[in-house]
T-cell receptor
Framework: RKEVEQDPGPFNVPEGATVAFNCTYSNSASQSFFWYRQDCRKEPKLLMSVYSSGNEDGRFTAQLNRASQYISLLIRDSKLSDSATYLCVVNIMDNYGQNFVFGPGTRLSVLP | DVKVTQSSRYLVKRTGEKVFLECVQDMDHENMFWYRQDPGLGLRLIYFSYDVKMKEKGDIPEGYSVSREKKERFSLILESASTNQTSMYLC????????????FGDGTRLSIL
């Protein structure tokens, strides 16, 4: 079983739609969680950190459920510019400090 | 704003050459990482470093080595480049501590002919 799994995608949605991505992780010792977006042939960029209480940044809402080991990202009122691959990242502290584990990513295409 | 700078955006080398990829960060981060990213395989960790002169193997270290002589600089070395090392290489850094995300450089698209 992979350590971090995401919806396989791709997701093709019309402009203005609401879309949700899911991510599950297997290591219960995971301590911090992030969503990154990656545009084609570019580097991953931090979208938002995910906190236990859930957090919102404009049209984006992230939720964490530690009991179910599940993270979600909700995008409301999708824009064409939201088209990208969304990566779920889990940080596990080990003897060396930080160990970042990346999910395979879910690709989103927002269509006009 | 965090800045992670990779020395080359595109690089073409020949089989057997020794290749150096440089990465510099300007935020005094303790942690630095090298990944490669290939279609369908996602991001794979090659090496990482938690401090100056310190290095640890990641998931796919074979054929690579690294150097961290200064805190801000982390170099990836392909000892004898092979065609299967053609890939996108991404450097990242992060501060020490929980809830600290990674910040990535622009990436180096390396082709080995």
């Amino acid at each position: 079983r992979k350590e971090v799994e995401q919806d396989p995608g791709p997701f093709n949605v019309p402009e203005g739609a609401t879309v949700a991505f899911n991510c599950t992780y297997s290591n219960s010792a995971s301590q911090s969680f992030f969503w990154y977006r990656q545009d084609c042939r570019k580097e991953p960029k931090l979208l938002m950190s995910v906190y236990s209480s859930g957090n919102e940044d404009g049209r984006f809402t992230a939720q964490l459920n530690r009991a179910s080991q599940y993270i979600s990202l909700l995008i409301r009122d999708s824009k064409l510019s939201d088209s990208a691959t969304y990566l779920c990242v889990v940080n596990i502290m080990d003897n060396y400090g930080q160990n970042f584990v990346f999910g395979p990513g879910t690709r989103l295409s927002v269509l006009p | 704003d965090v800045k992670v700078t990779q020395s080359s955006r595109y690089l073409v080398k020949r089989t057997g050459e020794k290749v150096f990829l440089e990465c510099v960060q300007d935020m005094d981060h303790e942690n630095m990482f090298w990944y490669r990213q290939d279609p369908g395989l996602g991001l794979r960790l090659i090496y990482f470093s938690y401090d100056v002169k310190m290095k640890e193997k990641g998931d796919i270290p074979e054929g690579y080595s690294v150097s961290r002589e200064k805190k801000e600089r982390f170099s990836l070395i392909l000892e004898s480049a092979s065609t299967n090392q053609t890939s996108m290489y991404l450097c990242a850094s992060s501060p020490r501590g929980v809830n600290q995300p990674q910040h990535f450089g622009d990436g180096t698209r390396l082709s080995i002919l």
